[in-house]
């Protein structure tokens, strides 16, 4: 249930092509090997026929992933149980225009028994694609986009100033909105923090420890130490790349790229 209520991207217009591409060659595939529907019976060209249905099947995604959009914006936050949803209706919509294509290439009536019997294949297939799609995309997106799905929470913190304390007799704190942090990295004795200020990067340097500033903001989620050396504003990250033996990322025009060690992941994905 957890994983059902994760958030879930909708799919940008070339991986929406892609999906469509990939749902056709799979009826494709079904029509042409395992020739269900009594197909084994047609004495015409089967390889043709089977294109037939791949290509109806190609357009009808197609179609249905430009009516879902408005929803999908409207949707917010779009989770996977609604992605599973969405994509059991495309298979619904699929199947019935197939049986309006079916009964014109074999030129047969449309009937109570043929509709059954293809809306029976549509509950078996539908089940395979609905789970292979939706996870597979989803794992894709934990690879290559972990930002878009990471629960952020910069609106309500716009006001938020936070302050990392200077351990030195003569130091200065630090004050800056919680917003404009990026990250901060330990160095010796030292941590190195850097931040945003009238739209350029700046650094400055405290004496003290990352375990007194995990401390300093501790009652900000959004604030999640990513490795050993590092602390990470996660509402700043533009690019995640990775998998499950560490992450890579980028914040916003911040040069530097901070680490998400492995033994980090799992809590960093939790964000999501």
Same mark, same amino acid.
């Given at each position: 249930m957890s994983?059902l209520?994760?958030k879930?991207p =909708?799919p940008?217009s070339s @991986?929406?092509l892609?999906?469509?591409?990939?749902?056709s060659?799979?009826?494709? !595939?079904i *029509?042409y &090997?395992?020739?269900?529907?009594g197909f084994?019976?047609?004495k015409?060209n089967?390889?043709l026929?089977s294109?037939?249905f791949?290509?109806?099947?190609f357009g009808?995604?197609?179609l249905?992933?430009?009516?879902i959009?408005?929803?999908?914006?409207?949707?917010?936050?779009w989770?996977v149980?609604?992605?599973a949803?969405s994509?059991?209706?495309?298979?619904? =919509?699929?199947?019935?225009c @197939?049986?309006?294509v079916?009964?014109?290439v074999?030129h047969?009536?449309i009937? !109570?028994e *043929?509709? &059954?019997l293809?809306?029976?294949?549509t509950?078996?297939?539908?089940?395979?694609?609905?789970?292979?799609?939706?996870?597979m995309?989803?794992h894709?997106y934990l690879?290559?986009q972990?930002?878009?799905l990471?629960?952020k929470?910069?609106?309500v913190?716009t006001d938020i100033?936070?302050?990392i304390?200077d351990t030195?007799v003569?130091g200065n704190d630090?004050q800056l909105?919680?917003?404009d942090?990026?990250y901060?990295?330990a160095?010796?004795?030292n941590?190195?923090?850097r931040y945003?200020?009238?739209n350029?990067?700046y650094?400055?340097?405290?004496h003290?420890?990352l375990?007194?500033?995990l401390?300093?903001?501790?009652e900000?989620?959004?604030?999640?130490q990513c490795?050993?050396?590092f602390v990470v504003?996660l509402?700043?990250?533009?690019?995640?790349?990775g998998n499950?033996n560490?992450?890579?990322?980028?914040?916003?025009?911040c040069?530097?790229?901070?680490?998400v060690?492995?033994?980090?992941?799992?809590?960093?994905?939790?964000?999501?």
């Amino acid at each position: 249930m957890s994983f059902l209520t994760r958030k879930y991207p =909708f799919p940008q217009s070339s @991986n929406r092509l892609k999906d469509c591409a990939v749902y056709s060659v799979i009826v494709f !595939l079904i *029509l042409y &090997l395992l020739q269900p529907f009594g197909f084994s019976e047609y004495k015409g060209n089967k390889l043709l026929v089977s294109l037939i249905f791949g290509a109806a099947t190609f357009g009808c995604c197609y179609l249905f992933g430009l009516a879902i959009q408005p929803l999908q914006k409207r949707v917010s936050p779009w989770r996977v149980w609604h992605e599973a949803l969405s994509v059991l209706i495309m298979t619904l =919509f699929v199947c019935i225009c @197939n049986i309006f294509v079916s009964s014109i290439v074999f030129h047969s009536s449309i009937s !109570l028994e *043929l509709i &059954l019997l293809f809306l029976n294949w549509t509950f078996i297939i539908g089940i395979f694609i609905t789970v292979s799609s939706v996870s597979m995309n989803y794992h894709r997106y934990l690879r290559s986009q972990l930002e878009t799905l990471l629960d952020k929470t910069t609106e309500v913190q716009t006001d938020i100033i936070v302050t990392i304390h200077d351990t030195s007799v003569r130091g200065n704190d630090l004050q800056l909105p919680i917003n404009d942090l990026l990250y901060i990295e330990a160095q010796k004795n030292n941590v190195l923090v850097r931040y945003v200020k009238d739209n350029d990067i700046y650094t400055t340097e405290l004496h003290t420890t990352l375990t007194a500033v995990l401390d300093d903001l501790k009652e900000y989620e959004n604030i999640f130490q990513c490795h050993r050396s590092f602390v990470v504003n996660l509402n700043n990250i533009t690019s995640a790349q990775g998998n499950s033996n560490g992450y890579q990322l980028i914040l916003g025009k911040c040069p530097a790229i901070v680490p998400v060690s492995r033994t980090y992941v799992p809590k960093l994905r939790s964000f999501v």
